[in-house]
């Protein structure tokens, strides 16, 4: 065959030029996705002469292919590979059928779910930068015959612009939800670091800090320090999760006790009536750790309750032994109670430390995975005991992140100590 008698490629002629042209200034517009692939389709239906189109997207994360247009509930799914559809988007190639009920790879489940026959099907894949799979563009019915090669190439030439528009169109959208997910975050940073103490409160014979550490999200991680009737109110919780949610549980769980205890409600009635009140409020996989107690400086013991939250740690200066202490009770959210028990006591004498830590120092990991644990906590205590608390905080965090090497924190790190000073000689 010679030259001037070879079959000429497929030329797109000058109206089909002219429609392909007005489709990319429309998709070049900004779009909401969906309005997108709905004048995708529109324009694949008007420039191929197909009596149906249909829009496919494929998730990456379930590795399968979603209709999108037209709107279905629920949407039709077919796994990567299956049917025409996933086969298009596998091969990465264009899969022009003329009669799809005689081909073993068409699924008839949309056509049943909808009372339509489909005879003459094109499916034209959309390959986003560097081929990365987008979806499939389906074009059903040629109406008057078959596609054929000019529409393979007209098809071809829509899908590439289609492509690039849902790249744009869900980058776009990703960027928005990152944004309204920083600026939720922020908000739920600001709340939690509003309701931290910013001066420590002076009590006679003791010495207090308080220290919050947060991750680059918002969490649940609070504490509190407060003098209220000549004694020391000492709370540090965490509410489960991450985000605003958990933020605003905490800083609520915190509001209660004050008020309740303003009102002149004692530890153990406190305790009870926020527990079920944050029953009712909490969703039921959400809950909140928290160890609430008070210090009488006159007679150096601590009342407390602690549900959920532990190890609590009493190092006591004497012998140099560390003291721990388990949760006395159910976190806080979990059930409702009746009654609370008896709050547990502990005795402070000269020298002592009470050290409240957040499981984002005993959890804190190294490279190996090793966790900072208890054992290096009371390492940590024996040395460094006699330090002024805020020197004591430096300490266990700068070995905390030494234990780690470098692993990025993952959580919140709160510190609350309480030391009562040694008696002068």
């Not at 940073?189 to 002076?202: A, N």
């Not at 996989?285 to 609590?312: K, W």
Request: charged content about 25%; hydrophobic content about 40%; some cysteine.
């Amino acid at each position: 065959m010679t030259n001037s008698q070879a079959i000429s490629p497929p030329r797109l002629s000058q109206d089909a030029l002219a429609r392909i042209l007005d489709v990319t200034q429309k998709l070049a517009r900004p779009f909401e996705l969906l309005q997108m692939l709905t004048e995708v389709v529109e324009a694949g239906e008007s420039v191929l002469s197909a009596d149906k189109a249909s829009l496919w997207l494929y998730d990456a994360a379930n590795d399968d292919l979603t209709m999108r247009v037209p709107v279905f509930r629920p949407a039709p799914r077919l796994a990567a590979g299956e049917g025409l559809v996933g086969e298009c988007l596998s091969t990465r190639e264009i899969i022009n059928v003329s009669d799809a009920y005689s081909d073993p790879r068409f699924s008839r489940t949309v056509d049943k779910a909808i009372g339509y026959k489909t005879q003459s099907v094109l499916n034209i894949p959309l390959l986003g930068e560097e081929k990365q799979p987008v979806g499939v563009l389906q074009l059903l019915n040629k109406i008057g015959g078959v596609f054929d090669a000019s529409d393979e190439l007209l098809a071809s030439t829509l899908a590439a612009q289609c492509a690039v528009a849902v790249q744009r169109t869900q980058l776009t959208e990703a960027l928005l939800l990152k944004e309204r997910l920083d600026e939720e975050v922020a908000l739920a940073r600001e709340i939690q670091m509003s309701t931290l103490p910013t001066v420590m409160p002076l009590v006679k014979g003791y010495d207090v800090h308080g220290h919050f550490v947060p991750t680059g999200h918002a969490g649940g991680d609070l504490f509190d320090l407060v003098v209220l009737n000549r004694e020391l109110f000492v709370l540090m919780g965490d509410a489960t999760g991450h985000g605003f949610g958990p933020a605003l549980s905490a800083t609520q769980m915190q509001a209660m006790l004050r008020v309740a205890f303003r009102c002149g409600a004692s530890l153990n009635e406190a305790f009870r009536h926020v527990n079920n009140q944050l029953v009712e409020d909490l969703p039921d996989d959400r809950f909140i750790t928290a160890f609430m107690g008070f210090l009488d400086p006159v007679t150096s013991e601590v009342r407390f309750h602690s549900g959920g939250q532990g190890p609590i740690l009493h190092f006591r200066a004497a012998d140099e032994s560390c003291e721990w202490h388990r949760p006395t009770t159910f976190p806080v959210g979990i059930m409702e109670l009746e009654d609370t028990g008896d709050s547990q006591i502990l005795k402070m004498e000269p020298g002592d430390v009470l050290v409240l830590l957040s499981d984002g120092i005993y959890e804190y990991e190294s490279r190996q995975g090793v966790q900072f644990g208890e054992d290096r906590v009371a390492s940590l205590m024996k040395y460094h005991h006699r330090l002024p608390m805020v020197e004591l905080s430096k300490q266990i965090l700068t070995a905390t992140y030494e234990h780690g090497d470098g692993v990025a924190q993952q959580d919140d790190i709160t510190l609350v100590l309480l030391k009562r000073l040694p008696e002068e000689s």
